[in-house]
């Protein structure tokens, strides 16, 4: 064979593995070595499979020194390259992984390119080697404790969360409650103090959002679904330590607890909406299903534990612990409506979206989910119990209220809210602060919201009509928006002013009251409201100023676009040209005269597309028959194109009825055409 003649190429890591005092330095130098990984090269995969070799490669990730850290990338790619031999040898020597978990031993911080080294190494042996590594991870000591030690190193708390989402193989199933066990979910809420750094407590907060986003109970791969941490972290133990938190008045960093705990609660309203839960809590019950740790996160508990809170938080919005001091913008100084303000309102509009879930309004829902908990804590302990879940809901059944009178003594927790939020005035409020701040369109979106969700939620039950009749009596809605409109064309009409920044959400707030009458035009509302909404101002409001805004929103801009007119070509050529002929009465082909202007131009377009396929693909053959066919009507028309070619290119030539049309002839019947010469 030719290759055996010096065209095949000897890798330069064979040779040096030949060599008997070879060193690992060497081997890291060369340049082709992860290509030599990657092509599995045997001799290369033996020697780096010894475990002195793994030892000096794991130390070159972790140790420091400025001889080992030039090897450190290398080493890490060596030992992430797919090269399953590698891992196991690693994997089954429990003294390297132990040596090498002894990184997390050193005193924060980190070297953050050493823990982004770490993290991606024993994220790999994880992925290969799952049951394993977290067998060998649950027997370091302390190893949460560990972990969260370095919680301001991300490539740390990325390892925690690749840990965690471990749990949707079935090799690593039960870590999550291991960590439970293990006390993760208090330990990360007990940073979330005020008097911790913010930049921990937003490190804190983003790994508590991680652990929410994979837990959501959604049909997706990546994530493990509901668990022990996620329901841990919406009890009542959890939120009230959080709410506690939030709500400190003196500490040095609680305005960075208060939005770093609002931007927490958000996410899990939106990430545990019941109302998109593939099986919801109250059919389980139907269909007679035991609990299990996979069922749908409750948070009736949460809302109840903040609607009780609302006061506090009203509070800040009128007196914010942090101190805004004014701006400067094209506009002048101005007063800012701050991130701690921004944060509460976007925190009432969520709990009103978490209020409206089916289950927070079913009277029976918090108890069927109680009732569960306790079951699913039972199963967890081992203690089986005698009586099946539906069993004991039945036998309790006798000991609860019909169902109307649970709702009036004890509201369901979504009409809980909705009372609170008329009790405290919260929607007033948000809606004085949309127009206190006529330029923070972030926060004129919040208010949208919240008063959208107030008019589209049911009127024939529950406390949603006495907060949507608090927003027209304390919130003065539909004067607001008068007033408002008024305000906004004063500051334009003045030299050089503008609209104020929230006339397009006040267009769109006033587009929904609108929509709510018309919704209930047929069945009463509210004397309360009815005086609103039929008051002349309003009425004045709706039939001029609303819509010649909406016509004008609604208008095109630039307006329509017009129609392109027809080829030059086509309107002087084909039209005048077979005008003329008409009018000359010039026969065309077998004694036919042109009457219409388009037969001129369709007899041409026949000649020109006759002779071309059908069809793509079609034979020879096709074509020397179509032609012998077609060929004496072919003939007949080529001898009128050549004579009326002939005819008109002649400056002067007989018609046949034998006198003689000139040029100039031609000419006065193009003139005649419409009184003018085209050419």
């Known amino acids: 064979m030719f290759w055996r003649f010096g065209f095949h190429s000897v890798s330069a890591i064979d040779a040096l593995l030949d060599k008997p005092d070879v060193t690992l330095e060497e081997i890291l130098d060369e340049d082709d070595l992860l290509q030599e990984c990657k092509a599995h090269n045997t001799k290369l995969i033996e020697y780096l499979r010894d475990p002195n070799v793994l030892g000096r490669l794991l130390d070159f990730i972790v140790e420091e020194g400025e001889g080992k850290m030039k090897y450190s990338y290398t080493a890490c790619e060596v030992l992430c390259c797919e090269i399953w031999s590698i891992c196991e040898s690693v994997v089954q020597n429990r003294e390297l992984l132990q040596h090498f978990w002894m990184f997390l031993d050193r005193q924060p911080p980190l070297n953050p390119l050493q823990a982004s080294y770490f993290t991606k190494v024993n994220e790999q042996f994880l992925e290969k080697k799952t049951d394993e590594m977290v067998s060998f991870i649950q027997s370091l000591p302390d190893i949460v404790s560990k972990l969260l030690s370095h919680i301001d190193t991300s490539a740390v708390m990325d390892l925690l969360l690749k840990i965690i989402s471990m749990e949707k193989f079935d090799a690593g199933r039960g870590v999550v409650d291991w960590l439970q066990d293990e006390g993760l979910i208090p330990a990360l809420i007990s940073q979330m103090d005020p008097q911790v750094d913010p930049e921990i407590q937003t490190t804190v907060a983003d790994v508590l959002k991680a652990i929410i986003a994979i837990s959501a109970n959604a049909n997706d791969q990546s994530g493990i679904g509901p668990n022990s941490l996620s329901r841990e972290l919406v009890g009542e133990k959890s939120i009230t330590t959080l709410v506690e938190y939030m709500l400190h008045s003196v500490a040095p960093y609680s305005t960075a607890t208060l939005t770093n705990g609002v931007s927490i609660i958000i996410e899990l309203i939106r990430k545990n909406n019941s109302d998109y839960d593939p099986e919801p809590v109250m059919s389980l019950l139907q269909t007679h299903k035991a609990p299990t740790l996979r069922d749908p996160i409750y948070l009736g508990t949460m809302l109840r534990i903040f609607s009780s809170r609302l006061l506090s938080f009203q509070k800040l919005l009128n007196n914010p612990k942090a101190a805004e001091v004014r701006i400067s913008t094209t506009f002048g100084k101005i007063q800012p409506l701050g991130f701690e303000r921004f944060r509460i309102c976007e925190l009432y509009a969520e709990l009103l979206h978490c209020s409206n879930m089916l289950l927070l309004n079913d009277p029976r829902g918090e108890a069927v989910v109680l009732m569960r908990d306790r079951q699913r804590d039972l199963m967890k302990k081992g203690g089986d119990g005698d009586k099946t879940p539906t069993q004991e809901h039945h036998d309790s059944e006798g000991d609860n209220c019909k169902e109307e009178d649970f709702a009036i003594s004890d509201p369901v927790v979504g009409d809980f809210l909705k009372m609170q939020f008329v009790k405290f005035g919260v929607v007033p409020k948000v809606l004085d602060l949309f127009f206190q701040f006529p330029w923070n369109n972030f926060l004129h979106n919040v208010v949208y919201d919240i008063v959208q969700q107030v008019f589209n939620g049911s009127m024939d039950r ?52 609108v929509k709510l009458t018309e919704r209930y035009a047929r069945e009463p509302l509210s004397p309360l409201v009815i005086e609103k909404i039929t008051a002349p101002e309003w009425i004045d409001y709706v039939e001029h100023t609303l819509v010649a805004t909406r016509a004008r929103d609604n208008a095109i801009l630039g307006g329509f676009r017009p129609q392109p007119p027809p080829p030059p070509s086509q ?48 034979s020879d053959e096709d074509d020397d028959e179509d032609w012998m066919a077609e060929g004496h009507e072919f003939a007949q028309n080529r001898e009128f194109e050549a004579s009326v070619q002939e005819e008109f290119y002649d400056d002067d030539f007989e018609r046949h009825g034998g006198f003689s049309i000139t040029s100039e ?15």
């Open 462 to 513: 529950g406390y949603n009509q006495d907060l949507a009749i608090d927003v027209f009596v304390s919130g003065r809605i539909t004067e607001r928006i008068i007033q408002g409109s008024k305000n906004s064309d004063e500051s334009s009409s003045q030299p050089g002013g503008v609209r104020l920044g929230y006339m397009g959400h006040l267009t769109l707030i006033a587009e929904e009251v």
């Open 571 to 618: 309107v002087n050529a084909d039209y005048d040209l077979t005008g003329a002929m008409s009018k000359l009465g010039i026969e065309g082909p077998e004694g036919r005269v042109f009457e219409d202007g388009d037969q001129f131009a369709r007899y041409f377009s026949q000649q020109i597309t006759g002779d071309l396929p059908d069809k793509f693909g079609s």
């Open 665 to 679: 002839e031609i000419e006065d019947a193009y003139t005649s055409n419409d009184g003018q010469y085209r050419s």
